[in-house]
């Protein structure tokens, strides 16, 4: 691959002002070093990234597949967001033991709370091995047939290529196809709950001030590793012991200044940077607008509900707050994109493109791209349109869709795969079941179908869907159903699938809400699926093509960096307040004095607990104050995206200064288009999180097994 040598060239050379980017860790040395550098870190590439000894990575764990985290201890202590552990801390929540409410610290070992199913993963090693994936498909020439050779390539390398029992090989694709790389990955499967602040600390604000600055959020909360006695990855048991990592980090008390250099180290979970200009504004105008219509609705609903029913708050906090975070982001998004012009920005990239191919005389290979990127998005509009929907609606926010969809797929297997499939798969199903029935309120979602079932049928284009839902009677409709079907209770759910195969399907088959979603699904799967995979796969070839040519044709120091793709990234800039508007300016940091000037006594967002208030009182805030003051959050100009929360915020020499957790709300289009002057990402002040373990929760052991650096 000739343009990745070439690409490799490029970054060598010097590099222009600070503007973002999501970099591989073992590149560092060719693509930033001197930048980050330049930029007043003191560390060099190797002690980020290293195979051979210990290293920044050796202490940044993906937790539980979606968000990161980080050791901040010898004996494996974790730290991440509370919104990333928040899960584990509801699941082990009571109305009795309302640790969601009034928070957990576990005062020794014994005390620290399993979470089955919870495991974080390590990255081992990270090497580029795109000649051996893509060996044997330059000959191919049909899309399809290049991209099955590709996955078989793909998994017999997994197979093949050197790892230790207990590790896993993973490779991804970077630049859209044009680079692939492996992870050799560790996951550790015993993760204890360790401590979590009150919500009223580690979710102040909610979701009024989720995507927003200036915040005053304690978005922490910790973990603990455990491993055999090998210290190597075990499921939970008893006889486990506290895991003891390669790398930990030290804590920073030294506190930060503005322009200071950061370093946030993560696993960023998806951008699309390099879309053309089409697709952008189909986010801007169809796509987003329709997928928040829908969430508006269900959160009314939702919500309306919670805030009557303490016992529904619990059952749906968590729920609600992964619904109501997308549906907030695509709005500030969609605004984003509006107000920076993403779409013209783009169209003008997109003109300047074509005159650097006709300079290069590659007019054969790139000439054509823009006029078949719109021909195939105009082509996938309504597909992707009515796909959108039927994720949001079936299987996403009615939850007696998206579980009559999971049984929806058991008929499939039972169609295609026989009895012994069906029934292994029928009792895992059962098996999982049961969780999601805890947290399940017919009420709730008798209302939310109502509402989500006629956006669907009135909205959604209406010639791919089915018959049986056009043009009816959506509360009688609605009635009927939470009435008669088994769905609506896993005692129903039990009788359901209990019986022999057959049995079981007959009986199925006669339930009013699993008709309804095999219409509704079989509709989707015959007239939408298909069709849009189709087009899609024409689209991903496109956009390979076109990040092909973006890397061969950029100008020398253009920072092209690969979309995330919830790989290890290493993201710096400086710690920097913004001017998003005329006469509007944010400062970079936020004290506890920000946190009382919003106390609403009572409120469900804004409640500040009495010990807080009593320690801001008598400004009791141990070695952690800054000159009297108590710092509580700070924002940077780090490319940040979701999967980045718990990540750690890194001074120049590698210690620990915050913990990444949320982007300001004029910025949250960085993930389409990213503008360094108004994009930031938000951080807890480290000494804001050791301030409230030591003396808000007086659990100062776990502050003494860091080490905290002066
Ligand atoms: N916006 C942040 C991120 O995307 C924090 C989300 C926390 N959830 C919430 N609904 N407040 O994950
Ligand atoms: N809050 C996000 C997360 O959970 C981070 C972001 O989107 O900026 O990963």
New binding site residues.
Partial sequence: MKFLKLLVLLFALPMAAQQGGMWIPSLLKGMNEKEMKSLGMKMSASDIYDVNKSSLKDAVPQFNG???SEVISSKGLLLT?H??GFGEIQSHSTVEHDYLTNGFWAMNQAEELPNPGLEVTFIVKIEDVSAKVLDGTTSLTSEAEKQKKIASNIASLTNTLPKEAWQENRIRTFYEGNQYILFVIESYKDVRLVGAPPSSIGKFGSDTDNWVWPRHTGDFSLFRIYADKNNRPAEYSKDNVPYTPKHFFPVSLKGIEEDDFTLVFGYP?RTTEYLPSIAVEQIVNSLNPAKIEVRDRALKVADGFMRKDNAIKIQYASKYASIA?YWK?WIGETQGLKKSNAIEVKQKFEKNFLDQVQKAHKEEEYGQLFEDFQKNYTEIAPYALSRDYFMEVVLRNTELLSIGYKLFQLEQVYNSKGEQSFTDRKNNTLENLKETYKDFNKNVDEKVFEQLIELYATKSPQQFLPEQILKKDYKKMTAEIYSQSDLTSYKGMESLLTGNPKAVIAKLNKDKGYQLVKVLAEAYLKNVNPKYDEINLKISALQRTYMKGILELSPKDARIFPDANSTLRVTYGKVKGYEPADAVSYGYGTYLDGVMEKYIPGDYEFDVPQKLIDLYNTKDYGPYDMKGKMPVCFIGTNH???????SPAIDAKGNLIGL????VWEGTMSDIYYDPAICR??MVDIRYVLFIIDKYAGAKHLVDEMKIVK
């Fill in positions: 979606g968000c990161t967001n919104h990333c979970g975070n982001k940040t995206t979701g999967g980045n929360s718990g990444n957790f949320d982007r990402n938000i």
